[in-house]
T-cell receptor, first 118, second 116 residues
Framework: DTAVSQTPKYLVTQMGNDKSIKCEQNLGHDTMYWYKQDSKKFLKIMFSYNNKELIINETVPNRFSPKSPDKAHLNLHINSLELGDSAVYFC?????????????????FGSGTQLSVL | AQKITQTQPGMFVQEKEAVTLDCTYDTSDPSYGLFWYKQPSSGEMIFLIYQGSYDQQNATEGRYSLNFQKARKSANLVISASQLGDSAMYFCAMREQRYGNNRLAFGKGNQVVVIP
C-alpha cells in the first residue's frame, strides 16, 4: 500500500483555471506538508498542518489554499492559475511535526504532481 | 539567506567507485537535524540517512554514510560502491529546533550519474 498518495500525477490546465491536488497518508502521521519543486529542482515548503491545524504558512500567494478535513488528508486548491505556478508539487507527512526527535522526523513524500499551466 | 549549500556541478562516477556529495549548512541553533534524500528520474523523494547535531558518531545506512564535521558545518554524503541505480539528484536538508516544527530546508541538490 502506498504510504503517501497524491492525485493527480499530471495536471495540465489553462491559465485562470482553478484546480485541486489531493493527498492522503495511511501512516498515522500527525503532520502533513506541501512542497513546491521548481524547474531548477529547488524544493520549498509551502504549508504544514498538524492534526488539521495550520502551523506553517510560507509566503505563498493566497490563491493557494490548503484544506485538511482530517489528519490523514491535506488537499491543495489553487485559484486563478498562472504560468509561474507550473512546477512539481509534493505532499509529505511526518510522525510528529512539533518536536525534534531524530530520524523519526523524516518526511515521507508522495510521488509528486506535475502541474503545467498553459 | 541560503541555509543549505550544495554547490557541486553534475558528477559522473564510475560504477563500484565511491562518491562524496558536499553539503554545508548555516544555523545558530545548537539543536538541529540533517537529512539526505535521493530523487531518481522517476521523481519520488527517497529518504537516505539522518544525522542529529548531538550525535557523537557519523551516521551510516548500508552503502550510505555521513561525514559530519560540526565545527565546519558540513554534512557530506558518501556513497560507497556506486551502482547504476544510484544515478539521481541528491538533496541535503536541515531542520532546526528553534522553529519547533518540522520545517525542512533543502539545498539545491547534486546530480550524480553512475557510468558502467
Amino acid at each position: 500500500d502506498t504510504a503517501v498518495s497524491q492525485t493527480p500525477k499530471y495536471l495540465v490546465t489553462q491559465m485562470g483555471n482553478d484546480k485541486s491536488i489531493k493527498c492522503e497518508q495511511n501512516l498515522g502521521h500527525d503532520t502533513m506538508y506541501w512542497y513546491k519543486q521548481d524547474s531548477k529542482k529547488f524544493l520549498k515548503i509551502m504549508f504544514s498542518y498538524n492534526n488539521k491545524e495550520l502551523i506553517i504558512n510560507e509566503t505563498v500567494p493566497n490563491r493557494f489554499s490548503p484544506k485538511s478535513p482530517d489528519k490523514a488528508h491535506l488537499n491543495l486548491h489553487i485559484n486563478s492559475l498562472e504560468l509561474g505556478d507550473s512546477a512539481v508539487y509534493f505532499c509529505a507527512s511526518s510522525q510528529d511535526g512539533l518536536g525534534l526527535t531524530g530520524a523519526k522526523e523524516k518526511l515521507f513524500f508522495g510521488s509528486g504532481t506535475q502541474l503545467s499551466v498553459l | 539567506a541560503q541555509k543549505i549549500t550544495q554547490t557541486q556541478p553534475g558528477m559522473f562516477v564510475q560504477e563500484k567507485e565511491a562518491v562524496t556529495l558536499d553539503c554545508t549548512y548555516d544555523t545558530s541553533d545548537p539543536s538541529y537535524g540533517l537529512f539526505w534524500y535521493k530523487q531518481p528520474s522517476s521523481g519520488e523523494m527517497i529518504f537516505l540517512i539522518y544525522q542529529g547535531s548531538y550525535d557523537q558518531q557519523n551516521a551510516t545506512e548500508g552503502r550510505y554514510s555521513l561525514n559530519f564535521q560540526k565545527a565546519r558545518k558540513s554534512a557530506n554524503l558518501v556513497i560507497s560502491a556506486s551502482q547504476l541505480g544510484d544515478s539521481a539528484m541528491y538533496f541535503c536538508a536541515m531542520r532546526e529546533q528553534r522553529y519547533g516544527n518540522n520545517r525542512l530546508a533543502f539545498g539545491k541538490g547534486n546530480q550524480v550519474v553512475v557510468i558502467p
